[in-house]
């Protein structure tokens, strides 16, 4: 095999994107670092082999796979088990997995490319070069993440072709050992095979093929496909059955500690004092640390109880007397958010992502036409994991174990070490099962917040649990959103001008300067995808957005932007159909012209749905995010004034559908995920407080509300794009396009309420 030599790394700059550029000194020429091997090898047990940094295989024939990936339920760990096996030649009962180590080969790549704002119809050279640029950057990174819905489209290559390698270094071990062409032998279910009937296994042969020359590898064609495209079980099913599943919350290590938080009530709100007399002095509790004494500036202040068990650190930390500097928000409230959102919309042009022809010429009412406006917000969300925020730390004699369930495991690693003072080698993360993630788990301040603690409690390892009303009122919340639309319709039924603009906070900004210190500024595509990127095609159109800075913690949650802008964009589009005399199908298939990947989804979910039945509407919505495009039809009642959804059918096009099995189980988590932020999900402010506490106040989808869903996938050629979040957008839109159907109104708020 022929090695790749690492390019020298010059310098790079984070600027607004996250990764928007780099100042490129003979660097920028060079090729890409390789994603094949790793810097320090897979660890070895016993008689394991590891051909790459992503496959070992043991003497009776398992094959290990390095799994870079975070399971929180999307079935990743699945999917890219099937990317080898399916190159490797071997049954998926013959594979499983062990977490990746901390290396730079398993950085996401694709995630960093995709949040480069340029519309996804665009084939221009400056976008090509831009995502070059990126796409090498981000290998220099190394950001092990699992977001944006990336996972299966990052490892597309990658761990195919690592599958690949591995055989194609087997089976010219065996020929070598044959003293026959390699031309002559093929593999099949973990064996090399000889013409003349020779066999071997490949745990008997993988010692030998460390030292063969594969020559050129060649990945499978599509068509020669036996395992991706095949309905699979989950791989991670049965121990989340017997309850063998090792989720965060479970760690226990010998010796464990508890420990449980009170954070500050307010935004931004500081510790005055701590008197933990009456706390100390109960039994079991062993330490009271304030934590602001130790973690930044920008961390929410707060205070730990660590004792011999979670309910007497619980209990104790509900009495520790914590007097509060209420801080500078003290007087925020959602009212003053939407009021400052409007203000800004009023006085601000903002960033113009995507622009095409004369939009504000298009307008006039010159032209014959008519002009609808319409303003649409959403408010703030909270993730609300099933499993709440927490993580196990252990520091003893210079070394620091972290347990954890984290979407970000690098970046874990980082800041423990750079919290505890010691370098990053010396930091060893036991990976676990995510309770749900949806994006919270992308912060790392559970992380910070552990090692404090674990700092104080001389060598024993400690676990930090959130009480879910911590968790439900100190989350990275999804930002409150507000758009406004004009657009005029002539007597055909054209739109003659298309005008978008919306506004909110960034989460980009502040996820850069909360987990890396960099200051953010410039445009973040998160804040305006879902709108800039329609594939609607307007002859004259401007979609723009104004980022309004907010002390409210924000952060990614599943779908970001797309989540609420295309509850914006689809019912606009709704409202245009109707002042065009169209129905919202055929006004749709006009705007698409002859997109045919977005007209196949449209026509296959509207032949699913069918007719309504009596009493019932159906509400449609179409729309493309993380690569992926999707069409819903939301079959809606009105009982007494509420909402009621009865049925949901999905179409997909994601490309090449690994396994159609998972695909399906996302669309439907998708849409239960999304109907319950339609119909209930709302954080509030009120005097600097998140009004909500518990799943009392904060709703999500009951069993006896979830409707009917059937989905069905397209089948396409295209490489694989996302499928963890493209299901969540068009239920919202979908919804309220069938309320007004039923009931004349149009529903421009989230969430949808009709009383």
């Not at 079991?284 to 707060?302: F, I, N, R, Y």
């Not at 100190?474 to 001008?497: N, S």
Request: glycine share 10%; hydrophobic share 40%; with cysteine.
């Amino acid at each position: 095999m022929t090695e790749v030599k690492k390019p020298a790394r010059r310098r790079f700059i984070l600027g607004g994107l996250g990764v928007a550029g780099a100042l490129i000194v003979g660097w920028g020429i060079m090729p890409p670092r390789q994603r094949l091997n790793s810097a320090s090898g897979l660890p070895i047990e016993g008689d394991e082999v590891a051909l790459n940094g992503w496959i070992k295989i043991a003497k009776d024939g398992m094959v290990t796979v390095a799994m870079h990936k975070s399971e929180m339920g999307q079935g990743i760990h699945t999917a890219l088990q099937m990317l080898v096996a399916e190159e490797l030649d071997v049954p998926m009962a013959q594979v499983k997995t062990i977490p990746a180590p901390i290396d730079k080969i398993y950085g996401n790549v694709a995630m960093l490319a995709d949040g480069l704002p340029f519309h996804p119809d665009d084939q221009g050279t400056i976008k090509h070069v831009a995502q070059w640029l990126t796409s090498k950057t981000a290998r220099e990174l190394g950001l092990q993440v699992t977001g944006g819905s990336s996972s299966v489209k990052d490892a597309w290559l990658p761990m195919r072709e690592a599958g690949a390698t591995a055989r194609a270094m087997l089976v010219a071990a065996a020929a070598s050992e044959w003293s026959v062409p390699a031309s002559e032998c093929k593999t099949e279910n973990g064996y090399v095979f000889h013409v003349n009937g020779k066999r071997v296994s490949y745990g008997e042969i993988a010692a030998k093929a460390l030292d063969s020359r594969p020559g050129t590898v060649t990945l499978k064609d599509p068509k020669d496909f036996r395992v991706i495209g095949s309905y699979q079980l989950r791989t991670d099913a049965l121990a989340k059955v017997n309850g063998s599943a090792q989720f965060g919350i479970d760690a226990r290590p010998e010796g464990l500690l508890y420990a449980a938080l009170k954070l500050s009530p307010t935004i931004g709100g500081k510790i005055k004092s701590i008197d933990d007399k009456s706390v100390s002095v109960m039994p079991g509790v062993l330490h009271v640390v304030d934590l602001s004494k130790h973690l930044s500036e920008s961390a929410v202040a707060g205070a730990a109880v660590v004792a011999n068990s979670y309910w007497t650190a619980k209990k104790a930390i509900g009495v520790l007397a914590v007097e509060w500097d209420a801080g500078p928000h003290s007087q925020l409230s959602s009212d003053v958010v939407f009021k400052e959102l409007a203000e800004k919309l009023d006085t601000e042009d903002g960033f113009t992502y995507y622009q095409r022809g004369d939009a504000e010429a298009g307008l006039s009412e010159k032209n014959g036409g008519k002009t609808i406006a319409a303003e649409y917000r959403a408010p703030f969300l909270a993730h609300a994991t099933m499993e709440p925020m927490n993580c196990t730390a252990q520091f003893k004699n210079g070394q620091l174990d972290l347990w954890v369930s984290t979407q970000v495991p690098s970046i874990a690693v980082d800041v423990a070490a750079k919290q505890a003072g010691i370098a990053r080698e010396n930091v060893h993360l036991h990976m676990c099962f995510l309770g749900g993630g949806f994006g919270r788990r992308l912060e790392v301040d559970m992380v910070l917040q552990a090692v404090v603690i674990a700092m104080k409690t001389s060598g024993a390892p400690v676990k930090l649990v959130w009480s879910r009303e911590e968790d439900m009122g100190h989350d990275m919340y999804r930002p409150a959103a507000m758009a406004r639309f004009r657009a005029t319709v002539d007597e055909k039924g054209q739109v003659l001008g298309y005008l978008n603009k919306s506004a909110s906070g960034s989460v980009t900004h502040q996820v850069l300067k909360r987990t890396f210190g960099v200051p953010g500024a410039g445009p973040d595509k998160t804040t305006a995808e879902g709108e800039f990127d329609t594939s609607y095609q307007f002859a004259n159109q401007k979609i723009s957005h104004v980022i309004v800075p907010t002390p409210v913690p924000l952060g990614y949650w599943r779908s970001v932007g797309h989540s609420h802008n295309a509850f914006f964009k689809e019912s606009f589009i709704d409202e245009l159909a109707y002042a065009a005399h169209k129905t919202p199908a055929d006004f749709r298939r006009q705007l698409l012209g002859t997109n045919r990947r977005h007209l196949t989804v449209l026509d296959t979910a509207l032949n699913m749905a069918g007719k309504a039945p009596e009493g019932r509407a159906h509400g449609l919505a179409l729309h493309r995010s993380f690569g992926s495009i999707v069409a819903q039809v939301a079959e809606v009642s009105v009982e007494n004034g509420q909402i009621r959804v009865h049925k949901v059918v999905c179409a997909i096009d994601c490309g090449i559908a690994v396994n159609p099995n998972i695909i399906k189980q996302q669309m439907e988590s998708a849409i239960i995920f999304g109907l319950s932020a339609a119909l209930y999900g709302e954080i509030t402010i009120k005097e600097g407080r998140v009004m909500q506490s518990n799943f009392h106040d904060y709703a999500v989808l009951r069993m006896n509300e979830a409707p009917g869903i059937e989905v069905e996938i397209i089948k396409s050629a295209e490489p694989p794009e996302g499928v963890g979040e493209p299901g969540v957008p068009p239920i919202a839109p979908a919804v309220a396009n069938a309320v007004f159907v039923l009931t004349g109104r149009r529903l421009r708020s989230l969430p949808l309420k009709l009383t």
